[in-house]
C-alpha cells in the first residue's frame, strides 16, 4: 500500500497542480478532499496550460478522479469546468471522474453572501475569492446544506430548500437584500442536476474498494496549511481544514490509509488576499518575486503579494501537518538574485521566539529574524538534474532542508511538467 498526500505548506499557490500531475503518472486514483473552486491549480504540458479549480489535476493523465465529500461543490461551476476541459481536449466520463453524493453544495445564495461580506465595510473583509466557500461550510457544519445526492431526489427538494432558506431569509433581510422565493433555488438545482447526476457515486466505498484492491491513491490538497482553518493565521484562512488530516475526513478513508505526506513550498513565499504575513517584501525584492514568478492568482487575477523563504512557518506547518518530505518549487524565480533571505526566528516584543503564535494581534507584530545568502547568476530554469544545478543553489536548498528539518522529496525548475527534480520517490519510500 502507498498512499500520498500533497498538502500546501504556505498560503497556497505552491505548485500543487504541477506536482500532483507529475505524481499522478505514479498513481491510479486522485482525490480532492477539501475546499472547492477557490483553487486555482495550473498544470503545463508540453507548453498547453490547464487550469483547474474544483476538478482533481488527475483528470488530465485519465486517472480516476474523485471529488471527495470534503469538497464544497459549485454545480453550475462543475459544468463550466467540465465544458472547458472537454473543449482543451481532455476526456471526462463518469468513468474517470466522480463525484460524492454527500458533497454539500455551493448555491447562488453562498457567493451573494460572500461578496456582501467582503464588499461590506471592511472590517469583515478576509480578502476572499467571492466564491460562496465560507458560507457553504458555515451550512454544512449548521446542518442545513443541499447535497450532491438531494438533487437525485426531487420531491424532498423542496422541503430542504426551505429548511435552508429559513435560515438565509432573514439573514438577507437584515442586510437589506431581497428574500429568496424557494421556486427560484429549486429550478437553479434543477437546471443542472441532470449533468451532475451520472457523476455521482458513493465514493467513500469506491475508494474503500480501490485501497482494497492495492491501487494507488493520491490525495490532492487545496489551499495551505496557513489558511487552516484551525492552525492558519485566523481569522484570515479558508473555511475548511487544509492540513493533510483532512485528507481521510475528506475523502471517507482512515487515517492509517495514509503512508507518505509531500509538502509543496516554494523558494520562497506568497499570499493573496488579507492577512499576517512576517516575511513580506514591499519593495523592490517583492517586485522582482512576483515579476519573474508571476505572481498572479489563477481564479481572481489578483497580485499575490511575495515575500522571503520562511523556515518557521515551514517547521510549524510540517508538524501540523506530518510531512514526510518537501517538493520545492519556483527555485529558478531567484535566478539572478545577488542575495536572498531566509527567516529563521522572529522576535516578538523584544523575546526571541521560534514558533508563530495563534493570536492575530502577535501575528502582526513580528519581526523576522534573517539570515542573507549570496544568490547565483547562473540559471536553474528547467534543470531537470541536480548535475545542472548551480553550486550556490544547491547549497540554498540544502540549508533550507537543515532549517526546516524535512528532505526534499521533488524540486521543481519551471511550470512545465518534466522540468522536475526527483530525490525521493514518495510512492516508494517507506
Ligand atoms: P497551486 O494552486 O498550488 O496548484 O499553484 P498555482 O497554479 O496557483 O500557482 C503556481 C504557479 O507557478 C503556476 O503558474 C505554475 O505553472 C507555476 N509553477 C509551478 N512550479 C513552478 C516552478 O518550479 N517554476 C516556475 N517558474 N513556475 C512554476
Ligand atoms: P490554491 O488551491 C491561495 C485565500 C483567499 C483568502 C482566503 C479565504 O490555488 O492554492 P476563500 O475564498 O477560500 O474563503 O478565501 O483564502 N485562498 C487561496 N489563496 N491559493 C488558494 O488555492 C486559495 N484559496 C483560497 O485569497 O485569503
Ligand atoms: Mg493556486
Not at 488579507?274 to 519573474?292: C, D, M, R, S, V
Not at 526571541?352 to 530554469?381: C, H, N, V
Not at 521533488?410 to 516508494?428: G, Q, Y
Request: net charge negative; proline share 5%.
Amino acid at each position: 500500500m502507498a498512499n500520498v498526500v500533497v498538502v500546501g505548506a504556505q498560503w497556497g499557490d505552491e505548485g500543487k497542480g504541477k506536482i500532483v500531475d507529475w505524481l499522478s503518472e505514479r498513481a491510479d486514483v486522485v482525490v480532492r478532499y477539501q475546499g472547492g473552486h477557490n483553487a486555482g491549480h495550473t498544470l503545463v504540458i508540453d507548453g498547453t496550460s490547464y487550469k483547474l479549480s474544483l476538478f482533481p489535476s488527475g483528470v488530465v493523465r485519465g486517472k480516476l478522479s474523485i471529488i471527495g465529500n470534503g469538497v464544497v461543490v459549485d454545480p453550475h461551476h462543475f459544468v463550466e469546468e467540465l465544458k472547458k476541459l472537454r473543449d482543451q481536449g481532455i476526456k471526462i466520463t463518469p468513468d474517470n471522474l466522480r463525484i460524492a453524493e454527500n458533497a454539500p453544495l455551493i448555491l447562488s445564495l453562498h457567493r451573494d453572501l460572500d461578496a456582501a461580506r467582503e464588499d461590506a465595510t471592511s472590517s469583515l473583509k478576509i480578502g476572499t475569492t467571492k466564491r460562496g466557500i465560507g458560507p457553504a461550510y458555515e451550512d454544512k457544519v449548521g446542518r442545513r446544506s443541499i447535497r450532491v445526492m438531494d438533487l437525485a431526489e426531487p420531491d424532498t427538494l423542496m422541503a430542504k430548500i426551505e429548511r435552508l432558506l429559513a435560515h438565509h431569509n432573514p439573514l438577507r433581510r437584515g442586510m437589506g437584500k431581497p428574500e429568496i422565493d424557494p421556486k427560484t433555488l429549486y429550478d437553479e438545482l434543477m437546471e443542472v442536476a441532470a449533468d451532475i447526476l451520472p457523476f455521482m457515486d458513493r465514493t467513500w466505498k469506491l475508494l474503500d474498494e480501490q485501497r482494497r484492491a492495492g491501487s494507488r491513491i493520491l490525495f490532492e490538497g487545496a489551499q495551505g496549511a496557513l489558511l487552516d482553518n484551525d492552525f492558519g493565521t485566523y481569522p484570515y484562512v479558508t473555511s475548511s481544514n487544509t492540513i493533510a488530516g483532512q485528507a481521510a475526513t475528506g475523502s471517507g478513508m482512515g487515517p492509517g490509509a495514509i503512508n507518505y505526506v509531500l509538502g509543496i513550498a516554494k523558494a520562497y513565499t506568497t499570499r493573496v488576499g488579507e492577512g499576517p504575513f512576517p516575511t513580506e517584501q514591499k519593495n523592490e525584492a517583492g517586485e522582482y518575486l512576483g515579476t519573474h514568478g508571476h505572481e498572479y492568482g489563477v481564479v481572481t487575477g489578483r497580485k499575490r503579494r511575495c515575500g522571503w523563504f520562511d523556515a518557521v512557518l515551514l517547521r510549524q506547518m510540517i508538524a501540523v501537518c506530518g510531512i514526510n518530505g518537501i517538493a520545492l518549487t519556483k527555485l529558478d524565480v531567484l535566478d539572478g538574485l545577488d542575495e536572498i533571505k531566509l527567516c529563521v526566528g522572529y522576535e516578538l516584543d523584544g523575546k526571541k521566539i521560534d514558533y508563530m503564535p495563534s493570536s492575530m494581534g502577535a501575528q502582526t507584530r513580528l519581526k523576522p529574524i534573517y539570515e542573507t545568502m549570496e544568490g547565483w547568476k547562473e540559471t536553474t530554469a528547467g534543470a531537470r538534474s541536480w548535475a545542472e544545478l548551480p553550486a550556490k543553489a544547491v547549497k540554498y536548498v540544502r540549508h533550507i532542508e537543515e532549517l526546516i528539518g524535512a528532505p526534499v522529496a521533488l524540486l521543481s525548475t519551471s511550470p512545465e511538467r518534466l522540468d522536475t527534480i526527483l530525490v525521493t520517490d514518495p510512492f516508494e519510500d517507506r
